[in-house]
């Protein structure tokens, strides 16, 4: 097969009109167009019948041209769906489409008092009548042929270049066909059934041809019904039944050019010739509306997936520049401890130690990156907060003593534990500790960090983070959280947003505050952990 399946299992010709199964809305309003149809032949051929109505030179050309441009239209959206579908029964439909279209030329032109006063292109009263009948019999059989041909294999095998030629060669069949039918009723009209009596009495005859003529579109209305499947086939069966009305009121009650019965045909054929057209440009629309958004769409998750890996590597970076920076500190404090004479083996042991925690802190912490791109379950467990940040503040010595930062805690010893990952809520405390630090960095005078702990409401817990650094712009307040944004010269903007995701993920909420007379307080909230 020449379409192929995605990922959800759907085929992708399952959406075009003319497989698409019609909705029940659908076909209440298809039943509901028939008995419009249906009440209007009533009424033309009842109390309108009688009706007299004058000849209207413009509106033979009017019709002529809206069946040639409708019908056109029609037979081109239906080519175009057969070069992408292969499907042989909608050649044969956009053929009957297109006979009808060329058709529509020579009958205006052969139309009596268009171009001369018995018909124009050197026909007589005749032709334009049996190109009425050649235009509505073959609509009738290629209809049928559609029907027949519904469940045919499409044309997987054929190249694109041979779609088109597939395409053309039927335009130039069809085109030729509609030639050769105008000079055989133009040419031979004197040989013809006199159906026309004049330019508008009709004869006897007319019942006779317009019994098998509306017996073809009968045929294939029953065809379609026991096969029909699609939106396509119930619209198209409107426009048979549209045609079999059309038929009857050039008979029934007047068999009259001109008449009431007559003018309502022409409506009739109009808008039996503008259903499909009108439902596949529905169906183009609605289409190219769906190509939008899944363009729109498509460029969405490729610029997601950018943002996410550079989020990701910022992550990366962010997170194990601490663990690192604390293991080259140790590293050379192990160094300096052997290089004592004597060396002193005890400290240097303990400054190893240190580099192995940090190492597997830094296994931990890149695990713990992992998991904030993934949506499946996190392992908690139940914690006490003042030791995870003595722990933090265990972690950041280095850079305390390197900046003499002073540290001040309140803890408040009977909180009760909270539910978390251990490694997720460190690394919180020590992103917010370390930009403390790097606040109060570059300020005089004295730098003092605070922490405090504390009972929040009922159900949580909250943790502050106070520096009297620089602080945070209000301008900057609503944007420090946001991926990317940074007001460090070397920061990445991803530590507070990273913070915020974890603290969210844990049901808590963190925000910032001013610390007057200068810098500024984080504070986040954890809720307590419940006894199940």
Same mark, same amino acid.
């Given at each position: ?23 029940? *809305? ?26 007299? +109505? ?93 029907? +027949? +041909? ?14 088109? @030629? ?54 294939? +209305? ?91 590597? *910022? ?120 930009? *403390? ?48 944004f940074t007001t460090k010269v070397h920061g990445m903007g991803m530590g507070l947003s990273i913070c915020r995701a974890i603290i969210e993920a844990h049901g808590g909420q963190l925000w910032v505050t001013a610390n007057l007379p200068r810098? @500024? ?12």
């Amino acid at each position: 097969m020449f379409v192929e399946r995605s990922a959800a299992g759907l085929r992708a010709d399952e959406f075009v009109l003319s497989n698409l199964s019609p909705s029940v *809305a659908q076909r209440r309003f298809a039943l509901g167009v028939v008995l419009v149809l249906l009440v209007v032949f009533v009424i033309v051929a009842g109390p309108l019948s009688g009706l007299p +109505l004058k000849r209207v030179d413009a509106f033979i050309p009017a019709y002529g041209t809206a069946i040639f441009v409708i019908d056109s239209i029609t037979a081109a959206l239906l080519f175009a769906q057969f070069s992408v579908l292969r499907s042989h029964a909608l050649l044969a439909l956009a053929s009957g489409y297109f006979l009808t279209a060329l058709i529509a030329i020579p009958w205006t032109l052969t139309f009596p008092g268009v171009l001369a006063p018995e018909g124009g292109l050197g026909g007589g009263l005749q032709s334009t009548v049996w190109l009425y009948v050649l235009s509505h019999a073959g609509f009738a059989l290629f209809a049928i042929i559609y029907t +027949l +041909l519904k469940d045919a294999d499409p044309m997987g095998a054929l190249s694109p270049r041979s779609i088109r @030629a597939r395409v053309l060669t039927t335009v130039g069949s069809v085109t030729a066909l509609v030639c050769c039918a105008t000079v055989f009723v133009t040419a031979g009209h004197a040989f013809l059934p006199r159906i026309m009596l004049d330019t508008a009495q009709v004869s006897y005859l007319w019942y006779y041809v317009i019994g098998p003529m509306a017996g073809l579109f009968v045929v294939a +209305l029953v065809l379609l019904w026991l096969r029909h499947r699609s939106v396509l086939d119930l619209w198209l069966m409107l426009v048979l039944f549209a045609y079999v009305i059309e038929i009857a009121l050039t008979a029934f009650p007047i068999p009259y050019r001109f008449s009431v019965g007559w003018y309502a045909g022409r409506v009739y054929g109009v808008f039996s010739g503008s259903l499909v057209l009108l439902t596949l440009m529905k169906e183009v629309t609605m289409l190219y509306g769906e190509l939008l958004r899944a363009v729109v769409a498509q460029r969405r998750e490729r610029e997601v997936r950018l943002l996410t890996g550079d989020a990701v590597a *910022a992550t990366v970076a962010h997170e194990i520049k601490q663990p690192l920076s604390a293991m080259t500190m140790d590293a050379g404090t192990s160094l300096r401890w052997l290089d004592r004479a004597p060396p002193d083996i005890e400290e240097a042991k303990a400054a190893l130690q240190q580099i192995v925690n940090n190492g597997h802190r830094m296994g931990a912490v890149i695990d713990n990156i992992r998991t904030l791109f993934k949506t499946e379950p996190r392992i908690r467990t139940s914690l006490d907060v003042n030791n995870l940040i003595r722990d933090a503040l265990a972690l950041v010595r280095y850079d305390l003593q390197t900046h003499r930062v002073a540290v001040q805690t309140d803890y408040n010893q009977s909180l009760p534990p909270i539910e978390g990952n251990e490694v997720q809520l460190q690394q919180v405390l020590v992103n917010l500790i370390t930009n *403390a630090i790097d606040s109060m960095a570059t300020e005089d005078g004295d730098r003092v960090l605070s922490l405090r702990s504390k009972v929040h409401d009922s159900s949580s817990l909250m943790v502050s983070v106070a520096d009297v650094g620089k602080g945070v712009e209000p301008s900057a307040i609503d944007l420090i959280f946001k991926p990317q944004f940074t007001t460090k010269v070397h920061g990445m903007g991803m530590g507070l947003s990273i913070c915020r995701a974890i603290i969210e993920a844990h049901g808590g909420q963190l925000w910032v505050t001013a610390n007057l007379p200068r810098g @500024a307080i984080f504070h986040f909230t954890l809720p307590i952990h419940r006894q199940h």
